[in-house]
């Protein structure tokens, strides 16, 4: 009865068109209903308590490194030294876009502010070459996913926060997967574009190449610094938010010079508004995750899930189907926030190492920004390319069934999260 009053009070106002943050303040008020424990004071008390973290002070950090990358120049810099890398081979702008993909993933963390970036900076030239608009707008959108994969992650920040997990261990653990997904999208564009028929760049001198590396060379330094402050301790992780937002600021203002005093407000204002948004999520959702623990519904769903309980294949395999499905109908971050606390016990009661599910859990919740009809990947890439959905999602099926496959590898078989992530934090 529990989990039906909750699914209900979830469910209910968000297909009348509720806010999802008010709807998980309205699900936590039904439950304390249910249970005779309503108290308007322990709904605002663990309202303020739920954005009273430490660690979450790092997102704020990290929106406004993201945007600062995209307005100061740092994005087109990685764009351009991957153009001039390998853009002259067939194909070649789309490996620029997924080479782009990865070095802005350990940049920004967010999926949506590299779909941005990637799609004002490479659909153009890609389109002007000759590729085909909904599978080009396939491939920027399913590489724009790897942003909260690949370190620093807000979607690994929230996991760890909500989870009680250790966010270092997730960064260096979200490395290698990452890559793995970089590869697999490499593979499939290598596969569906060779029919195509396009344009190619010029091929760059040696003499390009080095230049183009060295101006870019302020920019690939960010990942490297936050990546070894992570690894030997020289920072955590809400520091290393700190750090990567001084950083691009410093090479925006005063290397590069193309952030002008003028748009700093703007960029503050911009990273704010995203901000208010995922931490407003993060307050309301602490209301329905107390809720959660004090009804004892991951108790309920251990009894459902009792068959698989032993098989940890199999359950790691049932509950990523079932977040394949939530990210349908859900965006990435009020996913983390809603089902975190539910599995978290499942998985402790399984014996499945929680930084481990973390990661297949954030790789899943990436998917789903692209997958309709909430994709918001998607609808950042439609809005920049003028393309209806449908026809976006044609192209990025083969991408998807490619992210998906990888996914699958990494339930089958752990040891692709969990050597390398072992190696990263020696």
Known sequence: MTVTIFLGALLGPMALGVPIAFALIITGVALMMYLGLYDAQIVAQNVLNGADSFPLIAVPFFMLAGEVMNTGGLSRRIVDLAMA??????????????????????????????????????????????????????????????????PPSIGFILYGVVGGVSITK??????????????????????????????????????????????????????????????????????????AAVYSLFVSMVIYRELPPAKLFHVFVAAAKITSIVMFLVACAAVSAWLITVADVPGDLVALLEPLMDNQTLLLLAIMALVVVVGTAMDMTPTILIMTPVLMPIIKQAGIDPVYFGVLFIINNSIGLITPPVGTVLNVICGVSKLKMEELMKGVMPFLIAELIVLFLLVLFPQLVTVPASWFAR
């Open 85 to 150: 890398m390998v853009g002259h081979i067939r194909g070649g702008l789309g490996f620029v876009a997924i080479f782009a993909a990865c070095i802005m993933a350990s940049l920004s963390g967010s999926a949506v502010a590299d779909a941005a970036a990637l799609g004002a900076l490479l659909l153009p030239m890609m389109l002007k070459s000759g590729h085909d608009p909904a599978r080009a707008g396939g491939l920027l959108a399913s590489a724009s996913i790897i942003g909260p994969i690949i």
């Open 170 to 243: 997730l960064f260096l653990a979200g490395i290698f997967p990452g890559l793995m997904i970089a590869a697999a999208l490499c593979v499939t564009w290598m596969i569906v574009s060779r029919k195509e028929q396009h344009q190619l760049p010029p091929r760059q001198s040696g003499a390009v190449r080095m230049k183009t590396f060295i101006d870019s060379l302020w920019a690939l330094f960010l990942p490297v610094i936050i990546i070894v402050g992570l690894k030997f301790g020289v920072f955590t992780p809400t520091e290393a938010g700190v750090v």
